[in-house]
């Protein structure tokens, strides 16, 4: 069981990118799926998570009105939309898959992806 994001790169600030969490041996529709990212020299955090459903079970308040975060069952994908990026949001950004619901804990995250890199400077 993998997960894979994509979508990582290097944007000016107030720029955005989307990234993507895709899986290639199991369903995604089962699990609630999130986002955490870890910046240098930093803790890991969540920031966000979507429910099986598509509700979305919360937004860091860091990342409130510019991160967008929505399932497509068909594509089995997940999509972080990212916009007005700031320096600060520079960081590794992960999905974690968790069955049938969503955390905000770490420890709670039964799948993990490899990571992929956001830099946000000018």
């Known amino acids: 069981v993998q997960l894979q994001a994509s979508g990582g790169g290097l944007v000016q600030p107030g720029g955005s990118l989307t990234l993507s969490c895709a899986a290639s041996?199991?369903?995604?529709?089962?699990?609630?799926i999130a986002w955490f990212r870890q910046a240098p020299g930093k803790a890991r955090e969540g920031i966000t998570c979507?429910?099986?459903?598509?509700?979305?079970?919360y937004y860091a308040d860091s990342v409130k009105g510019r991160f967008t975060i929505s399932r497509d069952n068909a594509k089995n994908a997940v999509t972080l939309e990212m916009n007005s990026l700031k320096p600060e949001d520079t960081a590794v950004y992960y999905c974690?898959?968790?069955?049938?619901?969503?955390?905000?804990?770490?420890?709670?995250?039964?799948?993990w992806g490899k990571g992929t890199l956001v830099t946000v400077s000018s």
């Open positions: 974690a898959a968790r069955r049938y619901t969503c955390s905000s804990y770490r420890s709670a995250m039964n799948y």
């Open positions: 041996e199991f369903r995604l529709d089962g699990y609630g």
């Open positions: 979507i429910h099986t459903t598509g509700g979305t079970l």
